[in-house]
Structures are given as C-alpha cells and as structure tokens.
C-alpha cells in the first residue's frame, strides 16, 4: 500500500496509485521518554481527542420504560435498522484508516523509544462496486492521538462524499457518509495491535443509504452485533440491539423487548 509520509522536518511525497486507499499519513509526532543513551526531543502535544463517555453511558443506561405496546411503538419510530445497520457496518471503513496509520507510525518505535503527538491520516474511498475505485469516491481524513506508543480511544474524522458498499438482506447497497464524525474503541491500544472489535462512532453529518439519508446520529457495534441509541425526549431513550442473524430487541430501563417480526414486541 503507497502511502505519502510527511514529518515536522517535511519529508518526501510519494505519489498516490489508482489502486491505494491510505493515502496519506502526516506524522506530526516526537519521539519522547527514550533511554539515556540517545539524545530525544521534548514530547510532541497530544491533539484533543473526542470524549464519547457520555454518549456511551447512555448505551449503557436506557432511561425510557415501555410496554408491550409502547414498545412497538417506540420500534416503529425509528428509523429503518436495517438500513442504519448497513451503513454504519459501511462507514466502519474508518477503522482501516487507523489500523494503518498506526502501524506505520509503530516502524518508528521500539523498546527504548516512545511515539507520543498527532497522526493525520488521509484514506480514499473504495466506492460501492464490487471492485473498489480509489480516486473518484471521496476520502476520510483522521486524527489520531498517540501517547506512549498507544493509540488513544477517540479518534476525530471529516468524510468528504465518502462512497462505500454496504449490504442489506444479502444485497449490496450504496453508502455515502458526509461531514463529521468522531470515534471511541472503548479503550487505547497499540500502535502494532489492530484496533478493538468493538466501536462507538457518532456521525454529526449525513450517512445516506441508497438514497435513505439519515443524520446526527449513534451506533455502537461488534460483528455480532448492532446497538442504536434512539432518543425519545430530553429525558428517555431506549437502545435497539440487531443482531447479525437479524434478530431485532429493544432495550428500556428495566426490561428487553424482542421486536424480530415488526410487527408485536414481547418481554424476553
């Protein structure tokens, strides 16, 4: 994979191919703690990552209580899961971006040397045909913060006319994410470690799905699952939980209910 590497001193470009998704990978990083033997630069600053920690307590703490009817209702509120599930497995994309751009960052680290600073990296689009085609699909820009060779949770991002493949009911759909959005893996990890199965993104632009255009929205989700944060008011809110088998609940304060068929909701 080509990528263009620019450090603090400038560095060389290297001209993107046709075929390449990470682009670019701006290292506005120092080298910090290092051994005594080795003369080091003072710590690079650590950009301000995105703080997710409320907006996953509400996953974690539904606050509405329903019924069997009120719950069916709540269901038919919401936008179609099916087609939120797709896009956000879509836009799940980003991830690439930081697996990538933090193993290359990891090639400057080793026992006796600490990374710590900002990655900003620049990933093209693969588009929603079957084969991907980079260049003319849109792009996400990320930044990343590292801190003692460690990837921190929140990463920050910019989709511009971001086209991807997504898949509903064993159908490919087109996807295109735009406008802000920022991420939580829950905890940090390593510069050489893939990035956690489980991830937060909270999209403050649109995420357009075959033309079902949705926006300022949540989900959480691993491969088995999806969770979707639906709010009623300023003060209730319950989670839809998809599983990957299809299967539709919705979490309240107190109780699950399971919503698979559309059309009644029953306590699980």
């Not at 920690?53 to 038919?76: G, I, K, M």
């Not at 801190?147 to 006319?161: C, D, F, P, Y």
Request: charged share 20%; glycine share 12%.
């Amino acid at each position: 994979m080509l990528l263009a590497v620019h450090s603090l001193a400038g560095g060389t470009v290297d001209e993107p191919s046709q075929l390449s998704a990470l682009t670019r990978l701006d290292l506005f990083a120092l080298l910090a703690g290092c051994s005594g033997v080795l003369a080091c630069a003072g710590a690079a600053d650590i950009p301000n990552t995105p703080d997710l920690s409320t907006l996953e307590a509400q996953y974690d703490q539904p606050t509405a209580t329903l019924d069997q009817t009120t719950a069916l209702e709540t269901l038919n509120a919401m936008p179609s899961l099916q087609e939120i599930t797709a896009g956000f497995r879509a836009a799940g994309y980003a991830r690439s971006g930081v697996d990538d751009g933090g193993a290359e960052a990891g090639q400057s680290s080793t026992s006796r040397l600490n990374v710590q600073g900002s990655l900003k990296v620049t990933v093209r689009c693969p588009g929603d045909a079957a084969t991907p085609g980079y260049g003319s699909n849109g792009a996400l820009e990320l930044t990343i913060g590292v801190e003692k060779n460690l990837v921190k949770r929140g990463i920050g991002g910019q989709a511009t006319h971001c086209v991807l493949r997504g898949n509903v009911l064993g159908q490919p759909v087109r996807v295109e994410l735009d406008g802000p959005l920022a991420i939580d893996f829950g905890h940090d990890f390593g510069l050489r470690q893939k990035s956690p199965d489980r991830i937060l993104m909270n999209i403050r632009g649109s995420l357009d799905i075959q033309g079902y255009d949705v926006r300022n929205l949540s989900a959480r989700w691993t491969e088995e699952r999806l969770e979707y944060l639906f709010v009623m008011n300023d003060t209730d809110w319950v989670v839809a939980v998809v599983t990957a088998d299809g299967t539709v609940s919705i979490k309240d304060k107190t109780s699950v209910w399971g919503c698979s068929d559309g059309q009644t909701c029953s306590k699980l």
